[in-house]
């Protein structure tokens, strides 16, 4: 970390908050949705979707939460990273779309999904921060 990171516990803070609450936000939204989030695997392909419905809900809840809090934080990092790189793979195949507009909606949450994996790239290697339970 840098002066500015180690003088400003509240900047990792921030990061964290922000990046986490992406993944706990939408894992609610696909635990009160499960029939709908189901339909949307079996969609992609993925057998047994109703499995990967909840485990799309637990991980995204669960990583998004300790990543807020800042417990584990490397290897969650690291864990939703290539979570998002599967997700990224499976869901956001922009070159499959030949229509224009769905094409460029599926482009941009490709795009969108890798400056996420970038964000849990700086994370993992930096660690929290020092307002954190891992305090690193």
């Given at each position: 970390?840098?002066?500015?990171?180690?003088?400003?516990?509240?900047?990792?803070?921030?990061?964290?908050?922000?990046?986490?609450?992406?993944?706990?936000?939408?894992?609610?939204?696909?635990?009160?949705?499960?029939?709908?989030?189901?339909?949307?695997?079996?969609?992609?392909?993925?057998?047994?979707?109703?499995?990967?419905?909840?485990?799309?809900?637990?991980?995204?809840?669960?990583?998004?939460?300790?990543?807020?809090?800042?417990?584990?934080?490397?290897?969650?990092?690291?864990?939703?990273?290539?979570?998002?790189?599967?997700?990224?793979?499976?869901?956001?195949?922009?070159w499959d779309y030949s229509d224009p507009g769905a094409r460029?909606?599926?482009?941009?949450?490709?795009?969108?999904?890798?400056?996420?994996?970038?964000?849990?790239?700086?994370?993992?290697?930096?660690?929290?921060?020092?307002?954190?339970?891992?305090?690193s």
């Open positions: 970390m840098n002066a500015s990171t180690t003088t400003n516990p509240i900047l990792p803070l921030i990061g964290r908050l922000l990046m986490g609450l992406l993944f706990l936000v939408y894992g609610v939204i696909k635990f009160t949705s499960i029939p709908g989030t189901t339909g949307y695997m079996g969609k992609l392909g993925l057998p047994s979707p109703e499995l990967f419905a909840y485990l799309a809900a637990i991980i995204e809840f669960v990583g998004g939460l300790l990543i807020i809090i800042g417990w584990q934080t490397r290897r969650v990092a690291w864990a939703l990273m290539v979570y998002t790189l599967v997700a990224t793979g499976l869901a956001h195949r922009f460029g909606a599926q482009m941009v949450n490709f795009f969108k999904n890798l400056a996420i994996m970038g964000g849990f790239f700086f994370m993992a290697l930096f660690g929290p921060g020092s307002a954190s339970i891992d305090k």
